[in-house]
Structures are given as C-alpha cells and as structure tokens.
C-alpha cells in the first residue's frame, strides 16, 4: 500500500510546532481496536479525544455496551436501583455501588439528615469524614446492608449517544483517514476545510487554545437530518463482496465507507458512512467534493489489533493505492 506521510495536522491545518508538538493520532478510535495513525498537533490530538471520543466511551454510552461484550479494553455502564446507582459490566456481571451522599433535610438546630449509598467500606470512610467535622455520635435512623445473598435482583440500564457528537466523530475519522492516504496534499484541500468545520461545530479546545464557536457548514440541525446510512453500506458491502479479495466488514471493529459520487447532479460530492463494532451508524456526511484520484467507493476498514486495510472498489484491489 502506497500511504504518503503528512506534515500538516489535518484537524487545523497547522504545522504541529504551532499546537505544541507532533503526535500520533489513531485513524479509529483506539478503544476499537485502532492502529493506524497519523501526525497530529498536540491541541488537536488531546482535544478531540476529550471533546469527541471521549463524550463516546462514557458509562451512559451505547460503545461503552459495544465494548463491554468485544473482549477489548472498556469501562462500566450506570445502572439505577430504587436505592441508589451502581456500575455494571454486563459481560461479565460485577457490579460495585456508585458512592453518593445526599443532604435531605436540615432542622432550624442545623441537624443535619443524609442518605449515604455505598460499599460498606466507603460508608464507613463518609461516617469517619462527618464525625471529624461535625463531631460525634452519628444518629442512624435506618440502614441496609448488602451481602451476596441480598444482591440486587434487576438494575436497570439506560445508554444515549448526542448525534452530533457522532457527527464529528464520522468528520474526524474521514479527515485522518484521508490524510493516511494523500497526506498533505489532502489536507489543504476545500473538501477537507469543511470536514474541519463539522469538526469544530463547536469543538472543546484546551483553554489554551479554545477558539470561537462556529456553525456547521450544514446549518442547524445537521445531525438530525439523516440519510439511510444502512442502505449506502449495503449497497456497498454488495460490491465489496465481488472484490478480487472480498472483506466481510461485520467482522471489523471498526469502518469507513468513502463513497465518491464526481457525477452527481447537484455537483460532485463525497458521503462518509462509518460503522463500530458491526453497528452503522445512523448519521454519516454528505461533504461538497471528491478526493483526488478516487473515483469509486473505498472502504477503510479496522480489524482488532490489525493494520489498516484499504479496498478500492473501482480497482478490486484489496489495497487501493498500490500501483
């Protein structure tokens, strides 16, 4: 495979001396599986893994769930309980207390009445912290104790993802994979400019850094006005499967579809469809454009802990860019 090396970060354009240094930034996010990379200003780098991925592996988030039964590297999910809240691993069971402390109600005395919810060690660590600042004795009005044979009988567990944040993640895994396969020569281009206005609808920028907010090219409301991204990916995956060496991409961690349309009637443009772990996502991007040299679908696809694989369906080549 013939991948040209970048000097420009693709998220901003700069060269990385001016956003604190070089560094490598996975083409997909690195909890997937990700192991291509590209060059990465510092800023950028640890702002989008904060600003975007990060908003994407918490315990509220369908990935987190994705992950949780891939046998990678994850987090707990929040579970809810008429007592209080705990964090689950679904895959494997284990389930721990989430500690909260809540003052409900304080008398014309001062006297304080508070709900704890915890492991029996933390409650003991909270009682200690108030006796040392309120002084002793703690009055306890009621109390339960848990043991594995009062274990919760059912947790329930809720997952949402923002789609603009999905938004940004599509516009940020085009912007470096692009790059991984053009290098600079992409990222100084108009169809790059405006996956970096996706991107930074607004972005969290270290303070640093932090620049105005903007609006997304695609105007308000751009995450909510899908288009079928499932249907794009099938139709894909049907050409795929002809390929002189087809890939099956339910079996990746992670892909990008870039379907090119140069001919299309309003003007040429590119559609960026990405999946994880199996699941499309519902929103992808419709971006004015084409790339250059690349006049049929390409799939950029990432299995667990392996390299990068790169198929050019105009080409049926299982590495588009090789000569």
Not at 247 to 268: F, H, M, N, Q
């Amino acid at each position: 495979m013939v991948v040209t090396n970048n000097i420009l970060c693709p998220h901003c354009g700069r060269p990385p001396v001016e956003g604190g240094g070089a560094t490598r930034d996975h083409i997909f996010p690195d909890a997937f599986g990700g192991q291509g990379t590209i060059v990465a200003c510092k800023d950028c780098n640890s702002g989008i893994g904060s600003g975007v991925e990060g908003k994407l592996l918490g315990p509220e988030s369908p990935f987190t769930l994705f992950l949780q039964g891939s046998g990678l590297p994850h987090g707990q999910l929040k579970a809810t309980h008429p007592l209080g809240e705990f964090m689950v691993d679904l895959g494997t069971g284990d389930h721990t207390p989430r500690t909260s402390v809540e003052i409900l109600d304080t008398d014309v005395d001062g006297v304080k009445t508070v709900k704890m919810f915890g492991s029996p060690e933390e409650i003991t660590r909270i009682k200690t912290g108030f006796e040392n600042k309120y002084g002793p004795p703690l009055e306890v009005l009621s109390e339960q104790i848990g043991s594995p044979d009062t274990e919760p009988e059912v947790l329930n567990v809720s997952v949402s993802v923002d789609m603009a944040d999905l938004r940004r993640l599509v516009a940020k895994t085009a912007l470096c994979a692009l790059t991984y396969l053009q290098g600079d020569s992409f990222v100084e281009t108009a169809l790059a400019s405006w996956l970096r206005e996706v991107l930074d609808a607004p972005r969290e920028w270290p303070t640093s850094v932090r620049r105005p907010p903007q609006d997304d090219p695609d105007g308000e409301g751009a995450a909510t006005r899908t288009f079928d991204t499932a249907e794009v990916m099938t139709k894909a995956q049907a050409m795929l499967a002809k390929a002189v060496d087809p890939i099956d991409i339910t079996e990746a961690a992670a892909s990008l579809l870039i379907a090119v349309e140069p001919r299309y009637s309003a003007g040429p443009r590119t559609g960026f469809v990405m999946s994880l772990m199996g699941w499309i996502l519902p929103t992808g991007l419709f971006a004015p454009g084409v790339p250059t040299d690349m006049w049929a679908p390409t799939f950029v696809i990432q299995r667990q802990r392996e390299p990068i694989r790169i198929t050019d369906l105009a080409r049926g080549l299982p590495n588009g860019y090789q000569a």
